[in-house]
């Protein structure tokens, strides 16, 4: 299992194939990649504050709950911080599993838990200035599912 809490960007296609290649075993792998979105064409950037050593801690209890819960062969998280423009990937999950119902359910849980409790701070910088994004309802909703 590896989390990792970086300013660089990174390559999809070379995550997805090292972990597919460190997946020995499994019958299954799943990968999300999460984008900066742009809702209404005006944003020029995303800020994304952490604190580093509190972060990593927080990803790796959330990976850690998820290879509890699921056969999981392997887990990987990646997220970014700093500065990043609309359509850069934020992060990416994989999970492999012996299934696909494990891989699956595994990825959509770490997916739902990084988006509410991993400790980012987001603010969205447009042409018409800067907002901090607050946490959403629905978000806080996805987890009552797991």
Do not use: C
Request: proline share 2%; hydrophobic share 50%.
């Amino acid at each position: 299992m590896r989390v990792a809490v970086q300013a660089d960007a990174f390559d999809i296609g070379q995550e997805t194939a090292a972990f597919i290649a460190g997946a020995k075993g499994a019958g299954a792998a799943v990968t999300f990649v999460g984008l900066v979105r742009d809702n209404g064409g005006s944003l020029s950037a995303m800020e994304i504050e952490h604190y580093p050593g509190m972060t990593e801690k927080a990803l790796a209890a959330i990976a850690a709950e998820a290879a509890t819960r699921w056969s999981l062969t392997d887990a990987l998280v990646i997220h970014r911080y700093g500065r990043l423009g609309a359509d850069e990937a934020i992060m990416m999950v994989a999970t492999a599993a012996p299934h696909r119902a494990d891989a699956f359910a595994a990825a959509e849980f770490l997916m739902d838990y990084l988006k509410s409790r991993a400790p980012f701070w987001k603010k969205e910088i447009g042409s018409d200035g800067a907002s901090w994004v607050a946490a959403k309802d629905s978000d806080e909703a996805a987890l009552t599912r797991w």
